[in-house]
């Protein structure tokens, strides 16, 4: 038994285990996308799906192309839009709350200027 | 043998955190949830041999998406009230089409994902001068276009932000 676990964790960590773990992130936000009804809440699982893509492509450029550093300027690149995406959807939300004085999706059937 | 612990902790704790964020009812408590769960990414970029992704993830997600987040759920949400869901049958339908979706694409990742793999910790990632030269070049491989165009979107966002949010007449 402890020679099991001893051999188990030799070794770098299998890339598959980096791979499960963001598939998890992503699905994790699909669900909270679909399933939510809060815009906010909304934005929240688009952070986790955006996390498991930039999670993906470090760990590809680490593992299969570790001498290049493209994955991991792909990662900057794709943090800082998430960012601007983040800031530019917030300022909807406030607007849309000050308009409406609510954020519930199945609310917002109405398109006012 | 440590890195593999570690790596493991993270892996539960993002597993963990990830789904209470989009499943707990109490919104603020989701912001929570999803910081931890950027702190943790950035403990596996750590892992990974990028210790500035690491910090930009820090700095940029923990720090500021974070505090965006964190002042716009109280400026948009009354205090005590807890942030609605579909009705159950629904969400047991959107579940089952994840947990599905998530089963497929494990499949595929444990079948197809070649064991041939080089590991190795370079020095691509952990270089910062080398870092900032490749993102200030203009040659092959340099990412000097692609900064600056990432420096205008910034631009029209903080635009774009406040002409959106600011009060109308």
Redesign the interface.
Known sequence: MYELI?NF??G??P???????S???F??????F????????M???I??ML?AA??NF??FN???Y?????G??F???G??????E???A??????I??NLQD??VEELNQLKG | ?A???I??IL?AV??TF??M???TKR?IR??TF?LF??LS?AG??L????Q??MA??IA??AG??MV??IF??L???KPGES????PIA??LL??LL??G??AF??HI??HN?SKV??????T??SDIK??GL??MGTDK?Q?LL?FEA?SM??L???I???M??R?RK
């Open positions: 001893i964790l030799e770098p960590v890339m598959e285990a980096y791979l499960i773990v598939s998890i992130m699905f994790a936000g699909i669900y909270g679909i399933a939510r009804k809060n815009l906010m809440m934005l929240i699982s952070e986790l996390n930039d999670l470090a760990v680490r593992y299969l570790p001498e290049q550093p493209e991991m300027f990662t900057l690149f943090i800082a839009i998430a960012a601007c983040t800031a530019v917030i300022a909807i939300i406030i607007n709350y000050r954020v519930d | 043998m890195e593999q612990i790596f493991y892996a993002i597993a990830s789904i964020a989009v499943s919104i989701s912001a999803l769960v950027l990414v596996l970029y892992i990974l041999g990028y500035y992704l930009v993830q940029v997600y500021g998406i965006l987040f716009a759920i400026l948009t949400h942030a609605p869901s579909k629904k969400r959107i579940a994840s947990v979706g998530l694409c494990t990742i444990v994902v793999y080089s590991y190795s910790l370079g691509t990632g080398y870092i490749t993102m491989y990412y692609a990432i979107l910034i029209a966002c903080i774009g932000g406040i959106v949010a009060k």
